[in-house]
């Protein structure tokens, strides 16, 4: 793993506490969270050679998933979570696979300008500030290559959010009044991308949760 960010920041752990880290794959295995990642990963329609980064990559779930269905392609995975990346790191050598595992902050990523064909991103954006996320597309679009494109995967928020008691325990530590499909496609239109929009609306729990897929090109 290269430590790519020195610099210490405060960050919302994947599981809302580093308590609950060891809990987070197996429930968001249960919610749906498998047929979810596949279809961004089929959204996203990766080529043979290319370089792919997974942008919060968490446990490492994701980058496995890549990794085993495109062998030819360069996966790198990104979290500002040390503890989050260690479980990544188990979980790819127990799979067998070359990934690379980089700890960094998502507004602020440790790559040049023009690295990487494909970004993907599935359940980060809502953990994010409000200014925190403008500076985290404009980064994607840094280090996306001409023609590369940006994959993304999240809860569905505004009026299309979970709401009773699921919904109150997704925004316990979510900020989904932020990721109604306005506003993800006028922060992405805002940070240089072009043919952003909404590709399609899924869901997980049994249709309880809704989630949304975006994509959207660099110029």
């Known amino acids: 793993m290269n430590q790519l960010s020195e610099t210490r920041r405060e960050f919302l752990p994947a599981a809302g506490r580093d308590v609950f880290l060891p809990l987070y794959?197996?429930?968001?295995?249960?919610?749906?969270?498998?047929r979810a990642r596949e279809e961004l990963v089929k959204q996203a329609n990766i080529q043979p050679n290319q370089r792919v980064l997974d942008l919060g990559c968490g446990t490492g779930t994701l980058v496995v998933l890549l990794k085993r269905k495109y062998t030819a392609a360069e996966i790198v995975g990104v979290d500002p979570d040390p503890k989050a990346l260690q479980r990544a790191q188990k979980k790819v050598r127990r799979?067998?696979?070359?990934?690379?595992?980089?700890?960094?902050?998502?507004?602020?990523?440790?790559?040049?300008?023009?690295?990487?064909?494909?970004?993907?991103?599935?359940?980060?954006?809502?953990?994010l500030e409000e200014h925190e996320r403008e500076k985290t597309l404009r980064e994607v679009l840094r280090v996306l290559k001409p023609a590369g494109t940006f994959h993304l995967l999240d809860f569905a928020g505004g009026e299309d959010k979970a709401s009773g008691r699921l919904g109150r325990m997704v925004n316990s530590h979510a900020r989904l009044?932020?990721?109604?499909?306005?506003?993800?496609?006028?922060?992405?239109?805002?940070?240089?991308?072009?043919?952003?929009?909404?590709?399609?609306?899924?869901?997980?729990?049994?249709?309880?949760?809704?989630?949304?897929?975006?994509?959207?090109?660099?110029?």
């Open 25 to 34: 794959d197996p429930i968001v295995s249960l919610m749906g969270g498998a």
């Open 177 to 219: 009044e932020d990721n109604s499909q306005q506003r993800i496609l006028q922060l992405m239109r805002r940070a240089g991308f072009v043919d952003a929009e909404k590709v399609k609306d899924g869901s997980m729990l049994f249709g309880l949760l809704p989630t949304a897929y975006y994509q959207a090109g660099t110029r």
């Open 95 to 127: 799979a067998g696979v070359a990934v690379q595992l980089d700890e960094g902050f998502a507004d602020e990523l440790p790559y040049e300008a023009g690295t990487f064909d494909r970004v993907l991103s599935s359940f980060m954006l809502h953990h």
